[in-house]
């Protein structure tokens, strides 16, 4: 049984940082892509970042572009999003997600597994 789990959430303040963690498994997870998405009541699901495989090639949304890295350790099957000088407008819930093949990074058509979620909240 494939299963992604998130962790790391929380209630922080702007400026603040979070590390969100994605642990993985019943399948080999340096096969697949992974990607972080975020969703907040009323509004689609909104790549946020996305990685390759082997940590070869790394993808941001420019709202998160020089603030979230993402990075991958494909021996203990975990996926980081760290994120760095967080904003109100970051709150939402983030999800994890993994990808046998991307044509898009942002298509959330192209994610086979999904994590329940975990709550990012921001105040200012």
């Known amino acids: 049984q494939v299963q992604l789990v998130e962790s790391g959430g929380g209630l922080v303040q702007a400026g603040d940082s979070l590390r969100l963690s994605c642990t993985a498994s019943?399948?080999?997870?340096?096969?697949?892509?992974m990607g972080w998405f975020r969703q907040t009541p009323g509004k689609d699901r909104e790549f946020v970042a996305g990685?390759?495989?082997?940590?070869?090639?790394?993808y941001y949304a420019d709202s998160v572009k020089g603030r979230f890295t993402i990075f991958r350790d494909n021996a203990k099957n975990l996926g980081y999003l760290q994120m760095n000088s967080l904003k109100p407008a970051d709150t939402a819930v983030y999800y994890c997600?993994?990808?046998?093949?991307?044509?898009?990074?942002?298509?959330?058509?192209?994610?086979?597994?999904w994590g329940p979620g975990t709550q990012v909240t921001v105040s200012s």
């Open positions: 997600a993994d990808a046998a093949y991307i044509d898009t990074w942002y298509a959330t058509r192209n994610y086979d597994y």
């Open positions: 019943g399948r080999t997870f340096s096969n697949y892509a």
């Open positions: 990685i390759g495989r082997m940590s070869g090639s790394t």
